[in-house]
Nanobody, 114 residues
Framework: QVQLVESGGGLVQAGGSLRLSCAAS????????GSWFRRAPGKQRELVAT???????NYADSVKGRFTISRDNAKNTVYLQMNSLKPEDTAVYYC????????WGQGTQVIVSS
């Protein structure tokens, strides 16, 4: 069983930045895909960003140019750097790791005030 632990959420003013971290208890991101999802109040969960084992990245249109997903294989950690945050980025952000089996983190709250 792999555990994913997110951190880095919090309250920030619009225009500010946060960096989310997702630490895995075992090495899964080196061989699989790491992703960040989010669920805003009253909305469905949406895919925010993905990074493959080969380092390819993909972003939701709503965050392109503002968010950056990255990975540190030595630390079994995936990051989400979020810049120029907007109130509509307010959500619970979830880490997802997919290899031979998939895993979810518990979520971290991000609140962007206007």
């Amino acid at each position: 069983q792999v555990q994913l632990v997110e951190s880095g959420g919090g309250l920030v003013q619009a225009g500010g930045s946060l960096r989310l971290s997702c630490a895995a208890s075992r090495s899964i991101f080196s061989f699989g895909t790491g992703s960040w999802f989010r669920r805003a109040p009253g909305k469905q969960r949406e895919l925010v960003a993905t990074i493959t084992s080969g380092g390819l990245t993909n972003y939701a249109d709503s965050v392109k140019g503002r968010f950056t997903i990255s990975r540190d294989n030595a630390k079994n950690t995936v990051y989400l750097q979020m810049n120029s945050l907007k109130p509509e980025d307010t959500a619970v952000y979830y880490c997802f790791g997919a290899g031979s089996t998939s895993y979810w983190g518990q979520g971290t709250q991000v609140i962007v005030s206007s």
